[in-house]
């Protein structure tokens, strides 16, 4: 089963991203921010895919993604951010620490599913 | 598992992803005289068509797959497609 | 001299040209987009290459002109002639500035202040500030409608069926290329992935490195394969599919005559290997591709020079490194880096920018036993900023010099070939052996025959056209004529005559002569225009035509014209004419006497309607180059200057004869006969020899008195005597010896001999001598200089 783990600070987003995830059979994982997240990856979990928010307390997107690439098994899991319409030299960043592409928000089914198969083989 | 590796013989098997490359790669190094069955395979990771273009394993059955058939056997069995070429080959 | 700089200092010249031909142009044709491309373009590349060097002023002010031209380029700004006249100025200083580094290796201390100016008003129109170069370009471009080069990785037949379709169809295909970066599977990228999501694939291509790493040394990580794909997908989705690779992809959207174009044209594939290898022709963010050509030419520099610590080239280098290293977002230090730590470094950043596969080139350095051309490695590191549209046939540059090494060499071989004559008679008559003799003379006629076609094929290549002499005179007429408020409409016609580029090189002073006279003399303001009936706007013509052997330049203008009157008193009162001359002196033979030396000087300008200023100079460097130059007039009209020059002045058919023992040339085509007249049949009429011939009375005049040489014919002996034609008058060449007719290699007078003007050339005789060939008009004056 594929496993998508979901890094963000708002819970209306986790949410809407893991109702639309499980309706269409991914298992989902959950994070609040960066530092949680990370806890998690270095206690075993084994996402697919990982999808994270850029602005977050405590840690940002971005330091997550770079620290999560050195996360045992990690070295080539897709990493999706979420980004606002405004956030163009974010992505430029998340893309040199190592994050695959990204959405930008708001984030409907069609898009989430279609991204993912974009990006993960087989999915 | 989508690969199956035995001692000259491979089947990839669904969707080889990234995490396998490695380890294709490493018996394509060792392998005296790889055989690869493509058969059952539905997607080679770059890094895995990559291996294997460069050890050149025999390729013992083609893909059913319609892209890998189309466009990648020819690749890898020789009778390179027209449309594929090598650095090095004159125009 | 650094051979990075020398290759930059080479390039330069002609981006400069192509710039200025380009704002020249668009001022005509203002907001032409293809126009505006080409000159947007070349001031990139322009800046692209300037960063290579410590010329920071350089690159600040053609980054400056860059942004003025991307702004108009993108639409956001209509080029007005303010602009323009900021845009030349900008690159006339550039020239200047160059032409102190061709010399200095270095900027004039004064470039600062020079360029500070200028700055300022390019920005002005982009609001002042300085904008820097963030990388948010465009990813791809709508219509590129030039083949791109990797096209030939698809195969010919496919392209040539599908060139068909889509003429029937009067339809497009877009083709990708898709250059993955070497560590593009840590962002967990798969390329096959993405390439076989491409909606409507029509054509796959898998480019493989030139040469894989051996399996021990193979990194299954490193991503080394790319993609060339044709599909019929829209663009929209293929920039989407592509989104977020988009400084990996390069799109272009092509029809059927771009592909026909690129078929037509051959590129060749191994110089694509080895374009791929030095540089990579995407677009991708401006920055990063120039931060990418920076680390390949500076690698390529270090793989050249034997650079060591504290040099200067190190140093540039090292800034260069440096710079790139900074628009790629990853700063090092590199104070005080040596030659390999350089190397390093800059493998270091080409992987992270977008590598090209590993090994590949330092391969291209060893691969000679691979079928890579040598011109085509030499080709690679020049082509630094190709945005990889070159269409048509392939263009060697090569130094003029060698050029003219190779048609000395080809004289030699006349030279020697015409040696196998002198055997061929030896063999008969020393040796007795006609057998022999015929066999050399047959070896010689075949000879002859390669001998002929290879001079004709160096000939060939020495031809230019027109237009590079044409080239300057938009700018010139341009400048010209809004300093004297004059509106004139320059018409250029025949560039594309060819002719020796030694004719071309000598036509530039008199043409620049006489365009300026017809612009500061000839043509009206436009007041005066209007009151005499004519359109304001004045009319100057550059026309160039083939003339068998010849070419004809004529300039001609639609000004006040000459007044044969005031020409043909000038010249009486300059005592150039006699009074009876002023009476009978047809007016089209007055209009030429503005040709006469000493005719005009320059305080008599304005008297004379203009016409006059240094003619005589224009006169004497064509006919130097054995042209003619003719002049008609109608006053009130306009002038027609007609200038006929020889096609080529390469090969010259000179009469060698002697006189002290020195060999001399005359140019064949001035050559009436020879004759030899007993001595007491020699006359002298008014202390000048004569020779009666056919009843005609022709002056002799002694060579040897002429050029100051020691000899005397032997008394009682019959006079040699040369008739040659000049001016339309026979006159006879008093000589010790004739010899035969050669072909000659004629090469201007150097040194020394530079300010003999009896002289009009040097050629190498088979025997190692050199022949002085005679400039008959001067060694005439010169003869009645004596008398």
Redesign the interface.
């Known amino acids: 089963m594929t496993t998508v783990m979901l890094v963000d600070d708002s819970a209306t987003m986790l949410m809407s991203l893991k109702s639309i995830l499980t309706k269409a059979g991914y298992a989902v994982e959950t994070a609040g921010h960066g530092k949680e997240a990370l806890d998690k990856l270095g206690k075993g979990v084994k996402p697919n895919l990982i999808i994270s928010d850029v602005n977050m307390p405590q840690m940002d997107g971005i330091t997550f993604a770079r620290e999560a690439r050195k996360a045992p098994g990690m070295r080539f899991t897709p990493i999706l951010m979420l980004t606002t319409e405004s956030e163009q030299t974010k992505r430029a960043e998340a893309k040199a620490a190592g994050a695959t592409g990204w959405l930008v928000k708001p984030v409907g089914p069609d898009q989430l599913l279609g991204v993912i198969k974009q990006v993960l083989p087989g999915a | 598992m989508p690969l199956e590796l035995h001692e000259e013989t491979a089947n990839l098997v669904g969707v080889v992803t990234v995490d396998e490359v490695e380890q294709l790669t490493g018996w394509l190094r060792t392998a005296r005289r790889p055989k690869v069955s493509l058969r059952r395979c539905n997607h080679l990771h770059t890094g895995a068509l990559q291996a294997l273009l460069l050890f050149k394993p025999k390729i013992s059955s083609a893909p059913n797959d319609a892209f890998l058939a189309t466009q990648v056997l020819p690749l890898l069995t020789g009778s390179s497609g027209p449309a594929n070429k090598q650095g090095s080959d004159p125009p | 001299m650094n051979p990075l700089l020398a290759q930059f200092l080479a390039e330069a010249n002609d981006l400069l040209a192509q710039v200025d031909e380009g704002l020249l142009q668009l001022e005509r044709v203002p907001g032409d987009p293809e126009l505006v491309n080409e000159v947007f373009r070349a001031a990139h590349t322009f800046k692209g290459s300037s960063g290579l060097f410590d010329f920071p002023e350089l690159t600040r002010l053609t980054h400056a002109a860059e942004d003025l031209l991307d702004q108009v380029r993108s639409g956001r700004l209509a080029l007005d002639s303010g602009m323009t006249d900021d845009l030349l100025a900008a690159f006339d200083l550039i020239r200047g500035w160059l032409a102190h580094v061709t010399t200095h290796e270095r900027l004039p201390a004064s470039a600062g202040t020079d360029a500070a100016g200028l700055i300022t008003r390019l920005r002005a129109p982009l609001g002042g500030e300085a904008v820097t170069a963030v990388?948010?370009t465009a990813t791809s471009t709508a219509t590129i409608d030039v083949a791109p080069e990797w096209l030939?990785?698809?195969?010919a037949?496919?392209l040539t069926e599908t060139a068909g379709w889509l003429a029937t169809t009067s339809s497009t295909m877009r083709f990708v290329r898709y250059f993955?970066d070497s560590d593009c599977?840590?962002?967990?990228?798969?390329?096959?992935?993405?390439v076989?999501?491409v909606p409507a694939?029509e054509?796959?291509?898998?480019?493989?490195?030139?040469?894989?790493p051996g399996?021990d040394d193979?990194d299954?990580?490193v991503?080394?394969?790319s993609f060339i794909l044709a599909t019929r997908a829209s663009l929209g989705e293929l920039e989407y599919?592509f989104?977020?690779v988009p400084d990996q992809v390069q799109i272009v959207e092509l029809d059927s005559d771009a592909i026909t174009r690129h078929l037509s044209g051959?590129?060749?594939?191994?110089v694509e290997?080895a374009v791929?290898a030095a540089v990579m022709p995407m677009i991708d963010s401006d920055l990063a591709a120039d931060a990418r050509a920076l680390l390949h030419a500076a690698q390529s520099s270090l793989a050249v020079d034997d650079v060591v610590a504290g040099d200067t080239r190190l140093r540039s280098v090292v800034h260069a490194v440096a710079s790139a290293a900074r628009a790629l977002?990853v700063p090092v230090n590199l104070t005080g880096a040596d030659r390999a730590t350089l190397l390093a470094e800059i493998d270091r950043l080409l992987g992270a920018a977008a590598p090209a596969p590993a090994g590949?080139a330092e391969d291209l350095s060893t691969?000679v036993a691979?079928?890579v051309p040598a011109a085509a490695v030499a080709d690679a590191p020049g082509r630094a900023d190709d945005p990889g549209g070159q269409v048509g046939t392939r263009v060697l540059k090569v130094d003029q010099e060698k050029v003219d090494r190779l048609m000395e060499l080809v004289g030699e071989l006349n030279v020697a070939k015409n040696g196998l004559t002198f055997l061929a008679d030896a063999a008969e008559e020393e040796f007795g052996s006609r057998v022999l003799s015929r066999r050399i003379k047959d070896q010689y006629a075949g000879m002859h025959r390669i001998a002929e076609e290879l001079q004709a094929a160096v000939m060939d290549v020495r031809m230019l056209p027109l237009s590079v002499a044409f080239g300057r005179f938009p700018r010139l007429v341009r400048d010209l004529s809004r300093r004297l408020g004059k509106t004139i409409e320059l018409v250029t016609e025949g560039e594309d005559t060819m002719a020796d580029k030694d004719v071309i090189e000598a036509l530039g002073d008199p043409l620049v002569h006489l365009v300026r006279n017809s612009l500061d003399h000839g043509i009206e303001p436009s007041d005066e225009r209007i009151a005499a009936g004519k359109p304001p706007a004045a009319r100057l013509t550059l026309a160039a035509v083939a003339d068998g052997d010849a070419v004809i330049v004529e300039v001609s203008d639609d000004g006040r014209g000459v007044d044969p009157e005031r020409v043909k008193r000038k010249a009486y009162e300059k005592g150039l004419i006699s009074e009876e001359e002023l009476e009978t002196l047809s007016e089209s033979d007055a209009v030429n006497l503005v040709f006469r030396a000493g005719f005009s000087t320059a305080d008599q300008v304005s008297d004379l309607s203009g016409r006059g200023v240094g003619m005589d100079a224009v006169r004497a460097s064509v006919e130097k180059l054995g042209g003619s130059v003719t002049m008609r007039s109608k006053l009130g009209q306009g002038t027609f200057t007609r200038l006929r020059l020889p096609l080529s002045m390469a090969v010259t058919q000179v009469m060698v004869v002697s006189v002290a023992g020195q060999r001399f040339g005359i140019p064949v085509d001035l050559v009436v006969e020879t004759v030899r007249v007993p001595a007491g049949e020699m006359g002298r009429v008014l202390h000048q020899d004569v020779v009666m011939m056919r009843g005609e009375v022709v002056p002799v005049i002694d060579l040897a008195r002429a050029l100051d040489m020691p000899w005397a014919p032997t008394p009682g002996e019959d006079r040699r005597i040369l008739v040659v034609s000049v001016n339309s008058q026979r006159i006879g060449l008093l000589v010790e010896q004739f010899h035969r007719e050669v072909d000659v290699i004629l090469k201007p007078m150097e040194g020394l001999l530079a300010y003999a003007d009896e002289f009009s050339g040097t050629a190498l005789l088979g025997d190692g001598l050199v022949l002085l060939v005679l400039n008959m008009k001067e060694v005439l004056g010169l003869a009645a200089r004596v008398a």
């Open positions: 990388a948010t030939a990785w698809l195969d037949e496919w993955p599977f840590f962002r967990a990228e798969d390329p096959l992935h993405l076989r999501q694939l054509r796959l291509g898998v480019v493989q490195p030139r040469v894989w399996p193979y299954e990580y991503c080394l394969l599919l989104r977020y051959e590129p060749p594939l191994q290997a791929t977002g590949v691969a691979a079928p």
